[in-house]
């Protein structure tokens, strides 16, 4: 009996080489030749790493300051911390899925002692009993459902690694583009504070003369209205400056004030310039975390069709037993007290087809919705680096532009104060000429921080610039 209940359940394993639902294919999503804001063959020949060089691009600046910032972020940030506990908890139920592929197996022992009631007919005796066992159960996969939950499983733990990769890389970006948004408000705070500085002169020349009878109160009054709508963009400046520390120190995972001393002390605006380097569309879907984790919750959503499928057939059990039984506790394990059990369970929820077909439809469902996610996901990838390109070619040339007016107007309102000195021009002439010379070397330093902010959001859109180990977490080794 033993035998052919063996024999069962071995023929009946064999049947399991296939498992019910939908095997998972990649969907075939039409994707563009290359991107339509590709800089030009000219701009291409910039020496500018592209995203596929494999050093850091933040480490490419030279800035030692930032490199201890990035290095900080990715050690101790707390997003980053909750993200590779929730990796880590995924494979701890990838795990927990796999072990049910494997038979369960307890022991147990009893030690029971009974007395039987003489008012109940009994002779007053006692019974003694001693029971030690081991007994295992196993479901048969025929249907493939365990092996169904297990791939589920394992793509939601490739999808909790690729969160964590996608994680960092938007942290990296977000702290680089902070980073380079101080050095771009430092830079805008310098110039009016010299600007201020300059104005303040003006206005102590103005007043000798005032006080001499060579000007008049007119010029006075226009001279001190400049200079406190200098002075009057200084605090608001500051108060950028300060959020951008404090947003620095917090994403290093510390407290906000923790990186106001360091910072403070002024450094120039990184150049941050990015080329594609031969990108195309299909390489940023093959390299953007996001949209590996949008497929791996594709993948596991495909997957619990066939779990959800696999309700429509029997779930097969093997269980089996194996002990000894005594009524003295030295007599256990002798040849005479052996015990065994071998049982083959058949349960079959026919009769609850309705709800099966239920939850079918429900799996279905999930699925068309992943499969929804993860074009959406691929759509926006595209959006995000089409819209990086193009942010970036205009800012460095209205950089560029704005460059030879910032020059150019310096020059004006020097020549603007050496007609008013020699006679040639009134004040109002040098006060138009300073604050236009103003405006352009503010916008200069704004166009110049944009510019450098919009190189870094296109190697966050590319998810490029990184080396494998940077993008792809060393925690993802023990999920493998």
């Known amino acids: 009996m033993v035998t052919r209940t063996l024999a069962l359940a071995l023929s009946t394993a064999l049947l399991a080489a296939c498992s019910v639902g939908p095997d998972y294919v990649r969907p075939d999503m039409p994707l563009p030749g290359q991107f339509v804001r590709a800089p030009d063959a000219a701009a291409a020949a910039s020496d500018a790493p592209g995203v596929a060089d494999t050093r850091e691009f933040w480490r490419r600046l030279g800035d030692p300051v930032l490199d201890r910032i990035v290095d900080d972020v990715l050690a ?26 494997l038979p369960t197996i307890t022991a147990q022992a009893d030690a029971s002692r009974q007395r039987f009631s003489r008012d109940e007919g009994g002779d007053g005796s006692e019974v003694r009993s001693y029971s030690a066992q081991a007994v295992a159960s196993w479901e048969i996969d025929v249907f493939g459902r365990v092996r169904r939950g297990v791939e589920a499983q394992r793509s939601e733990a490739w999808a909790a690694a690729a969160d964590l990769d996608a994680l960092q890389v938007s942290l990296v970006g977000e702290a680089v583009r902070t980073y380079v948004e101080l050095r771009g408000t430092q830079e805008r705070l310098r110039v009016a504070r010299e600007n201020a500085a300059n104005q303040q002169e ?256 296109v190697y966050r859109a590319l998810a490029g610039g990184w080396p494998e180990r940077a993008v792809r977490s060393p925690v993802l080794a023990r999920g493998r």
């Open 76 to 101: 101790s940030n707390r997003d980053l911390q909750a993200a590779l506990a929730n990796f880590d908890r995924a494979n701890a139920l990838l795990r927990g899925a796999r072990y049910d592929l």
């Open 202 to 457: 003006s206005l102590r020349i103005v007043q000798v003369r005032v006080d001499a009878g060579r000007d008049n109160d007119f010029d006075l009054v226009r001279s001190r209205s400049l200079l406190e709508a200098t002075r009057a963009r200084i605090p608001a400046l500051e108060a950028v400056e300060g959020a951008a520390m404090h947003r620095l120190g917090v994403l290093t995972g510390r407290t906000p004030d923790a990186l106001v001393a360091t910072l403070a002390e002024v450094a120039p605006i990184p150049a941050v310039r990015a080329t594609l380097d031969g990108e195309t569309p299909a390489s940023v879907v093959r390299r953007r975390p996001d949209i590996a984790a949008a497929e791996h919750r594709l993948h596991a959503a495909t997957a619990r069709i066939g779990i959800a499928t696999a309700d429509l057939f029997p779930r097969l059990t093997l269980g089996g037993l194996i002990g000894s039984q005594a009524v003295d506790a030295g007599a256990l394990f002798e040849s005479g007290s052996g015990t065994r059990l071998v049982a083959l369970g058949i349960d079959w929820s026919f009769l609850d087809i309705g709800r099966v077909r239920a939850r079918i439809r429900a799996a279905d469902a999930g699925a068309d919705a992943a499969l929804s996610q993860y074009q959406q996901a691929v759509l926006l990838a595209l959006e995000d680096t089409e819209t990086a390109l193009l942010r970036h070619r205009r800012t460095e040339d209205e950089a560029a532009r704005l460059a030879q007016a910032a020059a150019d107007s310096a020059r004006a309102a020097e020549l603007a104060r050496l007609r008013y000195r020699a006679g040639a021009a009134d004040l109002l002439e040098v006060l138009d000429a300073d604050r236009v010379r103003l405006q352009a070397e503010d916008a200069l330093a704004d166009a110049r921080t944009r510019a450098a902010a919009s190189g870094v959001g």
